[in-house]
Antibody
Framework: QVQLQESGPGLVKPSETLSLTCTVSGGSISSYYWSWIRQPPGKGLEWIGYIYYSGSTNYNPSLKSRVTISVDTSKNQFSLKLSSVTAADTAVYYC???????????????WGKGTTVTVSS | SSELTQDPAVSVALGQTVRITCQGDSLRSYYASWYQQKPGQAPVLVIYGKNNRPSGIPDRFSGSSSGNTASLTITGAQAEDEADYYCNSRDSSGNHVFGGGTKLTVL
């Protein structure tokens, strides 16, 4: 049973860089897409981006200038960096495994429990 | 990037059928996936592809698509189905977007 666990600081100062890691256990990081999604308090889900195990990435255009997602296959981990954060980046951050059997669909079948990140001085 | 539109709230009587819809141009080309989220919990995948349910999802959940609209149908809604439901799809650039979510109330 694949499990995902987010980790990282729960408090980040404005203008600094938010850094989170997702550890994949119970399965390999290979052959899947690995996504980050966030949810501001009381609001809906927002896709941040994904990385394929081989290293190719795709980011939400609205966040692209500030986001970097990387993967470390040796540690079965992938990471999120979001620079120049503001209070608007305060959210629960989720990592998830993505599957795309063909060009026409993609789904996220395993999610981490989420980690709350607050941006405040 | 593309947008997906959902009704903010829907209600259904216990045991009745409810359909939650998701509209967007990208749905003409790509399938939606659907996620259930209960308060304080991570989202759970309930439908993906044409009409596929992950293991453990009750068969009262089903999906369909027509034109620019994807639908999640719950046939015989149960109290435990009360939750927020989100659709998700990709666009031609490979970007992904979530709908705004639908809060389902089971009366």
């Amino acid at each position: 049973q694949v499990q995902l666990q987010e980790s990282g600081p729960g408090l980040v100062k404005p203008s600094e860089t938010l850094s989170l890691t997702c550890t994949v256990s119970g399965g390999s990081i290979s052959s899947y897409y690995w996504s980050w999604i966030r949810q501001p308090p009381g609001k809906g889900l927002e896709w941040i981006g994904y990385i394929y195990y081989s290293g190719s990435t795709n980011y939400n255009p609205s966040l692209k200038s500030r986001v970097t997602i990387s993967v470390d296959t040796s540690k079965n981990q992938f990471s999120l960096k979001l620079s120049s954060v503001t209070a608007a980046d305060t959210a629960v951050y989720y990592c998830a495994r993505g599957i795309s059997p063909n060009y026409y669909y993609y789904y996220m079948d395993v999610w981490g429990k989420g980690t709350t990140v607050t941006v405040s001085s | 990037s593309s947008e997906l539109t959902q009704d903010p709230a829907v209600s259904v009587a216990l045991g009745q059928t409810v359909r939650i819809t998701c509209q967007g141009d990208s749905l003409r080309s790509y399938y939606a996936s659907w996620y259930q989220q209960k308060p304080g919990q991570a989202p759970v995948l309930v439908i993906y592809g044409k009409n596929n349910r992950p293991s453990g999802i009750p068969d009262r959940f089903s999906g369909s698509s027509s034109g620019n609209t994807a639908s999640l149908t719950i046939t015989g809604a149960q109290a435990e189905d009360e939750a927020d439901y989100y659709c998700n799809s990709r666009d031609s650039s490979g970007n992904h977007v979530f709908g705004g979510g639908t809060k389902l109330t089971v009366l």
